[in-house]
């Protein structure tokens, strides 16, 4: 079993910054990969951004310049550090992760339970 646990949304007026983080835990033996996701009401979810084991990254248009994403040394935990926050940047963000239970098998994904944030104009 693994448990990703996120924390740091919130409601932020535009303009403004938020943090999250998303802390990986359980029965781990690598993670290849791990990143967010949002989901906006009514819309379809968006890769909002990826880092790899070797710390490559990947945004959409949409956040590059403004969001950042990072690693912690272990690995373990992903940030993702949003500035310059729009209105429709308003969303629920799940973070997820690529995880190696054991050396010999493929990586399954594994999600959290999301954090809202709510960008007001």
């Known amino acids: 079993q693994v448990q990703l646990v996120e924390s740091g949304g919130g409601l932020v007026q535009a303009g403004g910054s938020l943090r999250l983080s998303c802390a990986a835990s359980g029965n781990i033996f690598s993670i290849n990969a791990m990143g967010w996701y949002r989901q906006a009401p009514g819309k379809q979810r968006e890769l909002v951004a990826h880092i790899t084991s070797g710390d490559s990254t990947e945004y959409p248009d949409s956040v590059k310049g403004r969001f950042t994403i990072s690693r912690d040394n272990a690995g373990n935990t992903v940030y993702l550090q949003m500035n310059s926050l729009k209105p429709e940047d308003t969303a629920v963000y799940y973070c997820?992760?690529?995880?190696?239970?054991?050396?010999?098998?493929?990586?399954?994904?594994?999600w959290g339970q999301g954090t809202q944030v709510t960008v007001s104009s």
């Open positions: 997820y992760a690529w995880v190696k239970a054991h050396s010999d098998d493929g990586p399954f994904p594994s």
